[in-house]
Each structure stands twice: as C-alpha cells, then as structure tokens.
C-alpha cells in the first residue's frame, strides 16, 4: 500500500470526530509564516476548534490526530 496522503489524514480525522463529538463543520490544514503549519479540527454543537501545529503539514495532522484521539481517550475514562 502506498504511503499515507494528507488527505487521507484529514478522513481520518474527521471520522474520529464525527463518531465521538457528532457534528464536524471543517477538517483541515493551513500555512502560517510565523507558526508553521496548522491542521484544524472544527467542531460544532458547543464545543471549541481544535489546533494541532507541525513543521510540515503532514506532521500537523499527525499532533491533531493524536490529540483527538487522546480526548477521546479521556473523555472514555472518565
């Protein structure tokens, strides 16, 4: 299987946030010129965005996967 694609990062992504928090308005990654790149998880229905930063954009989403997934995982234990 080839390597992984940041748009199949973003699918992710969004699966996971759609499955835990329910509605997803954007997933996705942009450039800053003085922080690097952002990926961004937009949530909706009172919950806040979720930012994750990294050097390249594959990385962003990689540190916004892990976060998801780490609130997930609190949220899960509690």
């Given at each position: 299987m080839a390597d992984k694609q940041d748009s199949d990062r973003i699918k992710e992504i969004y699966k996971l946030c759609k499955g835990h928090f329910g509605d997803v308005r954007f997933?996705?990654?942009?450039?800053?010129?003085?922080?690097?790149?952002?990926a961004k998880a937009q949530l909706g229905a009172g919950f806040e965005n979720l930012t994750a930063d990294g050097k390249t954009s594959s990385d962003a989403l990689r540190n916004l996967r892990a976060r998801v997934k780490k609130i997930i995982k609190r949220y899960n234990g509690v």
């Open positions: 997933v996705g990654i942009k450039y800053h010129n003085k922080i690097g790149w952002i």
